[in-house]
């Protein structure tokens, strides 16, 4: 066997004996919140569609126009013969929509916070990251080459003590963290850091992947990034920011420069999508009213976001948990290190427009019953 056969099983069977391996199940996403496995259908709690939007008809009419009017595929990148009118009319109402001058639209949320970062700061500067950040946020640190810290999880006292310790021995610095936290589903005290922020001239960049059309108002970051791949509906990722800062992206941001524009298709969806959400503001109240509901349900703390994590802590029994709801039609994937720190694998519930409130009960009653309090 080669060495390169033998690493990738000697590494498996490691994964395996911890019930961390992770393996790709065939599915199929329909209307309502509905996932379709063989033959099962089951309801799905385990979608980032807070708003259900990636099926409504206009949003899908929407694509299916760009297809046939533009094609499958941008062609290059954005800045040879990628950049789509419809690109620059989701970024203006991104823009619009955070109050900021300017937005760039990048490929993925993760290509853009492997972009963001390292273009703003390097070697000789500090980047202080929230522990429980998103792993593209630490990806775009460690590119950078700056001096990377970690403040304990929405620890401002923290954060300030780091601040007071290091930023006078580097040039520039960036906090990073998220408006909701992806695996938590708590909130980020964005008032007290950009306050800190300021008082130490510190850049923050906060992700708000989890937030957008559900946790809207708020302080504001003068970074603010996000994806179209979750409440939008659609693929991609954004950054709302000033037009200085988007234009130095444009040229600096190498997930940026060095990629495939966006699709055509995707961008309608997405463009589409934002306008439903800015004249339906009541959809977006729905998933967190959905997730109160459960967390009274279960006696967990309130919700505050659409997300809630139903803590388990061995990887094993997160899995074994989810497989007995997924036997009771419930779709709820177990979340396991390293995605979340050791010993605390749970189930992320996530709560979508798309859900009743029926629904929502039935799964809070499979779970005590599974799993008595
Ligand atoms: C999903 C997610 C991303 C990545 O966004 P994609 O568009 O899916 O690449 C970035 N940050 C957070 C916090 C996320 O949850």
Redesign the pocket.
């Known amino acids: 066997m080669s060495s390169l056969e033998s690493f990738a099983r000697d590494k498996l069977s490691g994964l395996d004996a911890a019930a961390l391996r992770r393996r790709l199940v065939p599915t199929t996403r329909a209307v309502d919140a509905m996932a379709e496995r063989g033959a099962r259908r089951l309801v799905s709690f385990s979608c ?1 569609d807070y708003l259900g939007l990636s099926h409504d008809p206009r949003v899908v009419a929407a694509a299916q126009q760009a297809v046939a009017a533009y094609g499958a595929g941008a062609g290059g990148s954005r800045l040879v013969t990628g950049n789509h009118p419809l690109l620059i009319a989701i970024e203006a109402r991104l823009a619009a929509h955070k109050g900021t001058e300017a937005a760039l639209v990048f490929g ?4 853009a ?1 492997l972009g963001i970062t390292p273009a703003l700061v390097g070697a000789g500067d500090l980047i202080l990251v929230d522990a429980l950040a ?1 792993a ?2 630490w990806g775009g640190a460690r590119i950078s080459g700056a001096t990377t810290l970690t403040f304990r999880h929405n620890d401002v006292a923290d954060l300030g003590r780091l601040l007071a310790e290091h930023r006078a021995r580097h040039r520039r610095a960036m906090i990073l963290t ?1 408006r909701v936290f ?1 695996m938590d589903g708590d909130r980020a005290p964005l008032g007290d850091i950009l306050g800190v922020a300021e008082a130490h001239d510190a850049w923050t960049l906060v ?1 708000d ?2 937030g957008l059309g559900v946790v809207e108002g708020g302080p504001k970051a003068p970074l603010e990034m996000g ?4 409440s939008l509906g659609s ?3 954004y950054l709302c920011a000033s037009q200085a800062v988007v234009d130095l992206l444009t040229s600096r941001a190498r997930s940026f420069v060095y990629t495939t524009g966006l699709p055509p298709a995707s961008a309608a969806a997405a463009l589409e999508a934002l306008a439903i959400l800015e004249v339906e503001p009541e959809r977006g109240a729905k998933p967190l009213a959905l997730a109160r509901r459960f967390t009274a349900r279960l006696g967990l703390p309130e919700a505050e976001s659409a997300v809630v994590p139903v803590m388990v802590g061995a990887a094993q029994d997160a899995l074994a948990l989810s497989a007995a709801l997924e036997a009771r039609g419930f779709l709820v994937v177990a979340i396991r290190p390293p995605t979340v720190p050791d010993g605390t694998a749970r189930l992320r519930v996530a709560f979508s427009a798309a859900h009743d409130a029926a629904q929502v009960d039935a799964l809070a009653d499979a779970i005590l019953a599974l799993r008595p309090a």
């Open positions: 980032n993925s949320g993760y290509l916070n998103h593209c946020m998220e992806s992700d992947a989890h994806t179209l791949s979750k693929y991609g990722g």
